[in-house]
């Protein structure tokens, strides 16, 4: 597995959060370059050994957590933006892992529950990455592992209230051409 050097340089390197002097000092990064390592880890068994990608598998984690839901509540609950949502439904109802039921007395509503062989495949899947989880926090002693706990349930709800406040103006939807409209508008002289 090839991961960038600098990234394994600053491993090395405990971060300076209180006042990030560069991108290996910010908790994102820090934070995404853990996600991209531990979650590659989680992808290759999920399309290597039972054929499902990384968002199938949330969305069967999440099913077999709380059951059935709409299709829009659970975009919400996992990373799975909703544009992604139908594309990950579709996949997953095309190899009978879930099924679409529609709401009684509401034709346009419909919630999505897994089927016995979802259900039998996030048995087999779950203990596989359970153990990733194991593996990854192995070096940390209970205390620290609660206090990493108690810090990211933190964080997240920082994070929230900082996404509240921080909603960018006048965004350029995809539909307008996204980030690229918004960049080729700054340059001088385009």
């Avoid at 968002?55 to 992604?84: K, Y």
């Avoid at 194991?134 to 592992?145: F, G, K, M, W, Y």
Wanted: include cysteine.
């Amino acid at each position: 597995m090839g991961f960038p050097k600098a990234s394994l340089a600053a491993q090395s390197q405990l971060p300076e959060f209180e006042d990030p002097k560069s991108i290996f000092d910010l908790l994102n990064f820090r934070l995404s370059e853990l996600l991209g390592i531990s979650g590659s880890l989680v992808t290759r068994i999920c399309e290597n050994e039972y054929g499902i990608t990384r968002e199938e598998w949330q969305f069967v984690a999440m099913l077999a957590e709380l059951n059935a839901m709409s299709p829009s509540d659970l975009a919400a609950r996992t990373t799975v933006d909703r544009s992604q949502a139908s594309k990950t439904l579709r996949g997953l109802m095309g190899k009978g892992l879930v099924e679409r039921q529609p709401v009684p007395g509401d034709g346009r509503r419909a919630r999505v529950l897994l089927t016995q062989a979802g259900a039998a495949l996030f048995e087999q899947l779950f203990p596989r990455v359970v153990q990733v989880h194991h593996e990854l926090l192995q070096d940390l002693e209970p205390d620290a592992r609660q206090a990493l706990a108690r810090s990211l349930n933190a964080m997240q709800a920082r994070a929230l209230a900082v996404a509240q406040t921080h909603k960018p103006e006048g965004a350029t939807g995809r539909r307008q051409g996204g980030s690229r409209a918004r960049w080729k508008a700054s340059l001088p002289g385009v």
